[in-house]
């Protein structure tokens, strides 16, 4: 049974860092691309960020741009998300997500094409 399990999120203050890591079981980790996605009170889930199953692709949404950064370790398989110059806007519930196929090619952002997701994080940023 395939599971992801979300972990580093917190309160912190505007300007701030964190590192969420996610990680993952029941996979052949390094196989899959990951993707990041987030989602606050009242909105929509949005992607954040995607990096693919060789950690050679990433993108990242406009508003995260610069300032967050995906990485992944497969020895641990985990995927992180660096997260610094953290604003209020960043407050979120942040998801990892799994998907067998490869999205690098344009499908990335879909929250749709992912098949496997955590429970998520919460993330609050104060000004």
């Known amino acids: 049974q395939v599971q992801l399990v979300e972990s580093g999120g917190g309160l912190v203050q505007a300007g701030g860092s964190l590192r969420l890591s996610c990680a993952a079981s029941g996979v052949t980790f390094s196989r899959y691309d990951l993707g990041w996605f987030r989602q606050a009170p009242g909105k929509e889930r949005e992607f954040v960020a995607f990096i693919n199953w060789s950690g050679h692709i990433t993108y990242y949404a406009d508003s995260v741009k610069g300032r967050f950064t995906a990485s992944r370790d497969d020895s641990r398989n985990t995927v992180y998300l660096e997260m610094n110059s953290l604003k209020v806007g960043d407050t979120a519930v942040y998801y990892c997500?799994?998907?067998?196929?490869?999205?690098?090619?344009?499908?990335?952002?879909?929250?749709?094409?992912?098949?496997?997701w955590g429970q998520g994080t919460q993330v609050t940023v104060s000004s």
């Open positions: 997500a799994a998907a067998r196929r490869k999205l690098a090619g344009g499908n990335y952002y879909k929250a749709t094409d992912y098949e496997y």
